[in-house]
């Protein structure tokens, strides 16, 4: 193991040789990067994320722990100008990089530090058309740890989405995700295995936009498919962590309806529903007396208000009410005040600045002294400022808080971290990006007394500090 982590090394500093040695090309204007999740989020009626109506939108990974930390990779820099293919536009891309991680499996004593590699191929194939939209996207990262190779993951993901321009006022949008990816060591339910929790999503979605003078309509649905694998544990009495009665479908569908009182200035009013089925009823859960039906029907309703001033600010706001109902009577409903806002201001020329909170009800298998948890309730916020000291070279920060309190037993966590970092682009080909984060848990849990492989039991405090040196390569015509 030790001499392909070698390997890696030498192969990222030979190909950022190669790279660093493009300084002398020509330098090109640099394009607009592509959506990183392949998608259409920038153009009115397809919107993937803000404005579209709370539970119609892709849900927080559950894989991933309540912070919903965003990874470096996923840090999307200009790109050089794409390849011509036909009417569509070609965005290959290749990252790599290495990564120090101070607590591998989140743990709060007994740290296991390690080093790591990952290869991160991307590649976007959007169309260039007057009218109408069609864009596929596909990538994969393929991460290897230098001592803890059970740790070693290969995720993928490959997408398409199109949108149909019935009238300059009105089209029709939709598309599809297939994905495979791994529940991070900081997620309550992924902590125990002794690999990572392997997950497929599978999901298609559609919807409506219409413009009518200053009101404006949008209705939209998605179904999506979360297939969990079963993990090898350490303990005797508990050999394999089933996750197979995690197996749900995902549905939710709704309207936004808006009023444009202003060209800047809009409000609107968003209903939606959010179902949530699981294949195997009951589960296999055998603390308290037996198997749960976890089935559950939800409703959100929101009224907000969207601010435009172009190349200046967008913002996005609202409030309004989250539910939840159960059909197991011994799982808790959840109601909720419901709120978000996505505010991204251009402070200026070499400024940015973001700002984003959210909440939402999401899916657990976590129990406590014989009672078991329906969900959480999580609630996050997140600040980020990036400023463009050189042409060359960007430098970032971020700062966030998430709460996560769980439903049905007494029990909540507070993460809380952040990150730093710089990004100097060499060429319009290639980019050096070095971060520094640090992640924390202070759970109201009781601390486990337990050592050995289930040392990380759920509920069990930590922190954990990451370092990433990654090397981004664009290619272009």
Request: glycine fraction near 10%; charge should be negative; aromatic fraction near 14%.
């Amino acid at each position: 193991m030790r001499n392909g982590f070698k390997s890696r090394l030498v192969l990222i500093a030979a190909a950022a040789i190669v790279a660093g040695g493009a300084i002398a090309q020509e330098e090109q204007p640099e394009s607009v990067a592509p959506p990183k999740g392949g998608g259409l989020s920038t153009r009115e009626g397809t919107e993937t994320t803000i404005g579209k109506p709370p539970g119609t939108e892709a849900p927080a990974e559950p894989g991933a722990a309540p912070v919903r930390r965003t990874q470096p990779a996923q840090r999307s820099p200009e790109r050089a100008a794409p390849y011509q293919a036909g009417s569509f536009l070609l965005y290959p891309e290749l990252g790599m990089a290495l990564m120090y991680d101070s607590n591998v499996f989140a743990t709060n004593d007994a740290h296991v530090s390690d080093w790591a590699t990952t290869m991160s191929p991307a590649l976007w194939l959007q169309s260039n058309w007057d009218q109408h939209a069609l864009n596929f996207y596909g990538a994969a990262d393929l991460t290897y740890y230098r001592d803890e190779d059970n740790e070693n993951t290969q995720d993928w993901r490959l997408s398409t989405e199109g949108r149909y321009d019935f009238t300059r006022d009105a089209n029709a949008y939709g598309g599809a995700w297939w994905s495979r990816d791994h529940e991070d060591r900081e997620s309550p339910d992924g902590r125990n295995g002794l690999f990572p929790t392997l997950y497929y999503t599978f999901a298609g979605y559609g919807g409506y936009f219409q413009q009518f003078h200053e009101f404006s309509v949008r209705v939209g649905g998605r179904a999506e498919h979360l297939t969990f694998q079963n993990v090898a544990t350490a303990s005797p009495g508990f050999p394999v962590l089933i996750n197979d009665d995690r197996d749900r479908w995902r549905y939710t569908g709704g309207a936004r309806f808006g009023y444009e009182f202003t060209p800047r200035f809009e409000g609107f009013v968003q209903l939606a529903v959010d179902n949530r089925r699981y294949d195997r009823k009951p589960d296999d859960f055998v603390v308290t007396g037996g198997g749960f039906f976890r089935d559950s029907d939800g409703e959100r309703a929101y009224v907000g208000a969207r601010f435009n001033v172009p190349r200046v600010v967008k913002a996005e706001a609202y409030v309004g009410y989250l539910h939840q109902d159960y059909e197991d009577s011994r799982l808790d409903d959840v109601s909720k005040p419901g709120f978000g806002a996505n505010i991204l201001w251009n402070a200026g020329d070499k400024t940015r600045v973001s700002f984003y909170l959210d909440r939402t009800i999401e899916e657990t298998t976590v129990f406590r002294s014989g009672f078991v948890a329906s969900s959480y309730v999580n609630t996050f916020g997140g600040l980020t400022v990036s400023h463009r000291l050189i042409d060359k070279l960007t430098v970032y920060g971020n700062l966030f808080a998430s709460r996560a309190a769980y439903q049905g037993i007494v029990r909540t966590d507070d993460y809380a971290g952040g990150a730093l970092g710089a990004a100097y682009r060499v060429n319009k080909n290639f980019l050096w990006d070095l971060s520094y984060s640090y992640r924390q848990l202070n759970s109201s849990a009781p601390q486990p007394i337990v050592s050995g492989p289930l040392r990380a039991l759920p509920g069990e405090d930590f922190q954990r500090s990451q370092v990433f040196l990654r090397a981004i390569f664009s290619f272009a015509e």
